[in-house]
């Protein structure tokens, strides 16, 4: 008798012999239900372990969607742009003494400001972003060791909670470590950032198999986050848009005495003063402009309305001068410097 190896199999043949069928080796014996049992499982740890490990970057791209149908029409980013203008131009007169909403500012006069009191940011925050990506594309996958994670969680909790306090805490108190030029708010932007990242590698290092939390709880997470470091970096720009307003005005009355000298002609005095301004009568009684002034710098202008600054002002001596335009006033503008201006008109 033939003795049947043990990984083959016998079925009756069509002439009521019995064939021999080889398993294939390797084979598993079970029963089929328990092969798709295990196969079933191996997938769902599989999957479990990719739903929680990704869980962080799971509602980023809906939340990158929301904020691209808010943020791409026109009229929001041109609102956003004017009101950095705004508060350029604010700081700008404030320095003055002058309220710029007097001045009608135009929306492209905020505009052209604006360049000014955001090119900074802007190019520190495109330089900072491409750094990130080239050092990320450095990296190997597997750079970090259980050890480094195991060290790199808490001291990006630790900093990251120190760095948003400071931050906040610029909304109750000013003290010296929250009072410098875009400080808080960029501390406030940093810690959380640092937050996202010590949760991030605190659920790697936690995965559980076939347990993902829902879609929902990773779309709320980055939908705060993006709030708060939307809001900060707000802050951040709005902040140095205003002291590049305060510098440049500061910057403006050091090179006052080189702007082109202001002579204005008036029908009737207007009893300008001022550091450096002079008011002249004229003796002719048939002139159409009885009075003159001179020391005067133009400052800005604005549709028939013009601002002039004393050639000597200081922020503690004299005022700016607003004057419209109309029928008894006359400038004469002459480059600085130059002589002294006739004793008579």
């Known amino acids: 008798m033939t003795d049947i190896p043990p990984d083959t199999r016998t079925s009756p043949g069509p002439d009521g012999e019995r064939e021999t069928r080889a398993h294939p080796e390797g084979a598993e014996t079970g029963a089929p239900g328990d092969g798709r049992a295990a196969g079933a499982s191996g997938e769902n740890g599989a999957g479990g372990e990719t739903a929680n490990g ?20 026109t009229t929001v980013l041109t609102s956003i742009l004017i009101y950095f203008g705004y508060s350029h131009a604010f700081w700008f007169y404030d320095y003055f003494g002058v309220e710029s909403s007097l001045l009608g500012l135009s929306t492209q006069d905020y505009l052209l400001k604006i360049v000014d009191g955001l ?7 495109a330089c900072a972003g491409l750094l990130v990506l080239w050092g990320r594309s450095l990296l190997p996958p597997r750079a970090m060791s259980a050890r480094v994670r195991r060290y790199a969680v808490p001291v990006s909790a630790a900093l990251g909670a120190l760095l948003a306090l400071n931050g906040l805490s610029r909304v ?12 808080a708010p960029l501390c406030l932007a940093g810690g959380v950032l640092l937050l996202v990242y010590a949760a991030h590698l605190w659920r790697g290092a936690r995965r559980v198999p076939g347990h993902a939390p829902p879609p929902w709880l990773a779309v709320l997470e980055w939908a705060v ?10 802050w951040a720009a709005n902040d140095y848009s205003a002291a590049v307003g305060a510098s440049r005005a500061r910057q403006f009355v050091e090179e006052l005495p080189e702007y082109p000298d202001a002579v ?17 009568r004229c003796k002719d009684p048939e002139a159409a402009y009885r009075y003159r002034y001179d020391g005067l710098k133009l400052m ?22 607003f004057l419209a335009k109309g029928d008894g006033l006359r400038m004469e503008f002459n480059p600085a410097p130059r002589a002294a201006p006739p004793p008579a008109c």
């Not at 109750?172 to 410098?180: K, P, S, W």
């Not at 708060?228 to 970096?233: A, H, I, K, Y």
């Not at 008036?266 to 300008?272: F, I, M, Q």
């Open 119 to 125: 090119f900074v940011p802007l190019l520190v925050a």
């Open 300 to 321: 800005w202008r604005t549709g028939d309305q013009y601002l002039f600054l004393p050639k000597h002002w200081t922020p503690t001596s004299g005022s700016a001068i």
């Open 225 to 234: 986050v993006v709030l708060l470091v939307g809001l900060s970096l707000f």
């Open 264 to 280: 204005v002609y008036t029908a009737r005095g207007l009893s300008l003063s001022g550091p450096g301004v002079r008011e002249t």
């Open 54 to 73: 990704g869980f962080l970057t799971a509602g980023l791209p809906q939340i990158t969607r929301v904020l691209g149908a808010i943020v791409a029409p």
């Open 172 to 183: 109750l108190v000013t003290n010296a470590l929250n009072d410098g030029l875009a400080v």
